[in-house]
């Protein structure tokens, strides 16, 4: 049982660039977000998805754009890449709402120069 | 806007120490869902504990447990035995009832250190 999985665990980015980073879930689950964390600030909201076709902003979403095509994936997009979005994401899923338990992946480490 | 407070940055006790730590929260809403989250050096986020507001009764799981004070918004969490593998970032979050759709929202979190 695979759970949440995020990829890549590590990336480092120039100014500017754009990626993707990936998440999948095996549990069919319904709902799926993502939050960034940074030192000293505890983890925020960025997008979050109620199911397939559905998104909404969370707290912190500018900079990043999210899709949910399948009830699998919920693949999160930098449009240009700046240093103050330098920060470990990640992604969430639960069977309901934030609510119920939820489940995290192991996080991606993004550092942009 | 939901608010939450976590006042102890770091906290250090001896293994098979009970320790508590302090989570406090603002909401003008009636019904919502607590919760601690620990994160070890791996990095990984774990549910530790969960709370429904509309229950009086304090969760309980194993050595963990909390103290959920409605009426003064506080949420603090209890660790029983202290053990070596509980070194972690502790978290308390929190969503509204509606479906928790809009996600949680975290405090700062705790770094919670047990010393041999």
């Known amino acids: 049982n695979a759970g949440v999985t995020q990829t890549p665990k590590f990336q480092v980015l120039k100014t500017g660039q754009s990626m993707t980073l990936q998440c999948a879930q095996d549990m069919n689950h319904e709902y799926m977000s993502w939050y960034r964390q940074d030192p000293g600030m505890g983890l925020r909201l960025i997008h979050y998805s109620v199911g397939a076709g559905i998104t909404d902003q969370g707290e912190v979403p500018n900079g990043y754009n999210v899709s949910r095509s399948t009830t699998e994936d919920f693949p999160l997009r930098l449009l240009s890449a700046a240093p103050s979005q330098t920060s470990v994401y990640f992604c969430a899923s639960s069977y309901g709402g934030m609510n119920t338990e939820a489940f995290f992946g192991q996080g991606t480490r993004l550092t942009v120069v | 806007a939901q608010t939450v407070t976590q006042s102890q940055p770091e906290m250090s006790v001896q293994e098979a120490e009970t320790v508590t730590l302090s989570c406090t929260y603002d909401?003008?809403?009636?019904?919502?869902?607590l919760f601690w989250y620990k994160q070890p050096p791996s990095r990984q986020m774990i549910l530790v504990i969960r709370?429904?507001?509309?229950?009086?009764q304090n969760a309980t799981e194993n050595r963990f447990s909390v103290n959920f004070q409605k009426a003064a918004k506080s949420f603090s969490l209890k660790i029983s035995d202290s053990q070596l593998g509980d070194t972690a970032m502790y978290f308390c979050a929190f969503t509204h009832s509606g479906g928790g759709a809009d996600g949680l929202t975290f405090g700062k979190g705790t770094h919670l250190i047990i010393q041999p």
């Open positions: 709370q429904e507001a509309y229950k009086q």
């Open positions: 909401t003008s809403e009636s019904n919502y869902y």
